[in-house]
């Protein structure tokens, strides 16, 4: 099997993958759009304007929010958290609802190592045909 056979069969199967990450497939791909890592953010300036992208893993939605979204991102380093403000989030809501995997462009904000994106711009990433889940709380 190729890769992209060997990942369909494992979501299929498992819902997972023990082999590379989807996204280490696709990181050249990624790297010629601008995309970093997960793993780079922690040596990122506080404002820099970037794009992260990854597998959502979770996407929140409190009562408390205000009517944000918190959306996290998995990469084959790690996750990377956005934060979706309402006028975004009404503008591209299905996308943000359905697609499996995402690229978010925004602001970094990196405050004692705690970090995240806040979403100016989103845009689907077509990593793989595998069936990935999501834990969305909405």
């Avoid at 929140?60 to 918190?70: D, I, L, N, S």
């Avoid at 975004?88 to 970094?108: A, D, H, P, W, Y």
Wanted: charged share 25%.
């Amino acid at each position: 099997m190729n890769h992209e056979e060997r990942l369909v069969a494992d979501f299929n199967g498992t819902g997972l993958t023990i082999g590379p990450h989807p996204m280490q497939y696709r990181r050249a791909e990624m790297k010629k759009l601008g995309i970093y890592r997960a793993s780079d953010l922690p040596q990122l300036p506080n404002g820099r304007r970037l794009r992260v992208g990854g597998c959502v893993i979770a996407r929140q939605r409190p009562g408390t929010a205000k009517g944000m979204m918190f959306m996290s991102l998995e990469d084959e380093t790690g996750i990377a958290n956005a934060i979706i403000a309402p006028d975004l989030l009404q503008k591209n809501r299905v996308l943000l609802i359905s697609e499996r995997f995402v690229m978010v462009e925004g602001i970094l904000q990196n405050q004692d190592n705690v970090m995240h994106i806040r979403a100016e711009k989103v845009a689907p990433l077509h990593v793989t045909k595998a069936e990935t889940a999501s834990h969305d709380f909405h």
